[in-house]
């Protein structure tokens, strides 16, 4: 296996985990959860500091980082995408949505 990338998944049930470093697209890392182990290719770039899924998020599922809810995925992610304001949408402080049932 090549370089080993720094990362950070808090929670063993989150779906995502976070870069600490720049990581290339086509790089292959391994993330480590007290019993879970992920395995994935990326496929996007991911900047220090940005998510990465780590399993497959369904459409209009919850997304969770560091055990809490970060929002709801607005299509299909498939492990190793980046996750953010393309494919995510935050639940909180959506001042927009006021008065909208959820």
Known sequence: MGEAYKTVMMKPHDKVAVALEPIPAGAEVSVVCEDRSFHITLSDPIEFGHKFAVV???????????????????????????????????????????????
């Not at 393309?86 to 959820?102: F, Q, S």
């Open 56 to 102: 497959a998020i369904r459409q209009g599922e919850d997304i969770l980082k560091y055990g809490e809810v970060i929002g709801v995925a607005t299509r299909e992610i498939g492990p190793g995408e980046h996750v953010h304001i393309h494919n995510l949408e935050g639940k909180r402080g959506r001042g927009d949505r006021l008065g909208e049932a959820r």
